[in-house]
Structure formats: C-alpha cells, structure tokens
T-cell receptor, first 111, second 115 residues
Framework: AQSVSQHNHHVILSEAASLELGCNYS??????LFWYVQYPGQHLQLLLK??????LVKGIKGFEAEFIKSKFSFNLRKPSVQWSDTAEYFC?????????FGGGTRLMVKP | DVKVTQSSRYLVKRTGEKVFLECVQD?????MFWYRQDPGLGLRLIYF???????EKGDIPEGYSVSREKKERFSLILESASTNQTSMYLC??????????????FGSGTRLTVV
C-alpha cells in the first residue's frame, strides 16, 4: 500500500517569506499527485495536481509544485506567502481508485 | 460544480449509540469515500464504494460500517459509538478511473463528538 509523508507538521512564516512544503510518497507504479488546502472553517479544496507531462505544475493563488520521480517527491512552493495563505495543506497520492493523504502541514503566516 | 453534501455539520452523541452520517453527491459519481481527519494524522480512509451496494474497507474500518443503496448516497454507520471516534468525518466523491479525473470533491465535514 502507498504511504505519504509530509515532513513539517507546523510552519510559521512572516508575510513575503518563501514557502516550501515537503511531500514524499512510497509507491512504485504510476501515480497522480495532488495538493489540497483547507482554510480555517472551510472544506478541503484542490490546490493543484500532477498527472503527466511537465513536472512543474502551477496551481491557484501562486502555488506551484515540482514532481521529482527519482526522489518520489512532490514539494509545494510559493515565492512569497500572504497572511491569507494561513491554512492546513495536504499532499495526496492517487493509485488506482484510492487517494492516500499525508498527515498535513499547518501553515501560519504572521502579518 | 459537483456538490457533496453532508447532512450534519456538528453532532454530539453518547457512548454506545448507533450513529448515522449521511453523504449525498449530485453528479452521478461512481466512487464515494469516507475519511476521518485527526490532527497530525491527516485524512485516513475508513471505507469506500465504487458502485451501488459495493463497499471496500479502507485503512481504519474497525468500528464502522457503510451502506450504499443508491448511487448518490453513501452512509457511514458507527455501530456503537466510542469516545475514540470523536473526529471530523469527511465524505468525498470522484469520477471513475479516467485520466482526466480532477481528484476528489469533498463535503464540508461532520464534526462528531462522542461523550
């Protein structure tokens, strides 16, 4: 069975700082990769996804992620965070019909 | 847009009660899922269903059962609620296995407290 690891449980940044959230997965076959975001009091929303092609994918709100197959990684990045990016971020890997989530990273951006 | 509706936003139940959590989706999705979300543990799959009357155990099915009598509705049942089942429960649905799938669509969640 696949597993997904997010290395940072809590991240605190000041506005305008750069963000990188790590995500590694363990699965040898073809996968689809996702990042979801959950803003306080809201439900999970899709931030970006990778299926094939260019390993650098761009999502909403200035986020991007890079798929590095050799490292089984799909790290999320944003050059300059805003206070409104305060949320919990989940990496997910889909193999077949099942989507497996990482443990989540809580990001707090100080104004 | 696909809508996934969970009937209750907050529930408080007593230990030993039988609890039903309901989820309805309106886009004819074949696959439906129940997750629980706990701090530091992310989302863990309880059960999923890929067709009416079909169900598969996820990673943590103990203490739960599910029912899918109609395509649009997927119910999670806590046979005898216990305090360790206090959690946020999320329902999700998705299209069948096609390359252009856009991941899952989630409901807004049901926060269950068992006292």
């Amino acid at each position: 069975a696949q597993s997904v690891s997010q290395h940072n449980h809590h991240v605190i940044l000041s506005e305008a700082a750069s963000l990188e959230l790590g995500c590694n997965y363990s699965y040898g076959g073809t996968v689809n990769l996702f990042w979801y975001v959950q803003y306080p009091g809201q439900h999970l929303q899709l931030l970006l996804k990778y299926f094939s092609g260019d390993p650098l994918v761009k999502g909403i709100k200035g986020f991007e992620a890079e798929f590095i197959k050799s490292k089984f990684s799909f790290n999320l990045r944003k050059p300059s965070v805003q206070w409104s990016d305060t949320a919990e971020y989940f990496c997910a890997v889909r193999a077949g019909n099942m989507l497996t989530f990482g443990g989540g990273t809580r990001l707090m951006v100080k104004p | 847009d696909v809508k996934v509706t969970q009937s209750s936003r907050y529930l408080v139940k007593r230990t030993g009660e039988k609890v039903f959590l309901e989820c309805v989706q309106d886009m004819d999705h074949e696959n439906m899922f129940w997750y629980r979300q706990d701090p530091g543990l992310g989302l863990r799959l309880i059960y999923f269903s890929y067709d009416v009357k079909m169900k598969e155990k996820g990673d943590i099915p103990e203490g739960y059962s599910v029912s899918r009598e109609k395509k649009e509705r997927f119910s999670l049942i806590l046979e005898s609620a216990s305090t360790n089942q206090t959690s946020m429960y999320l329902c999700a649905s998705s299209l069948s296995q096609i390359p252009s799938n856009y991941g899952y669509t989630f409901g807004s969640g049901t926060r269950l407290t068992v006292v």
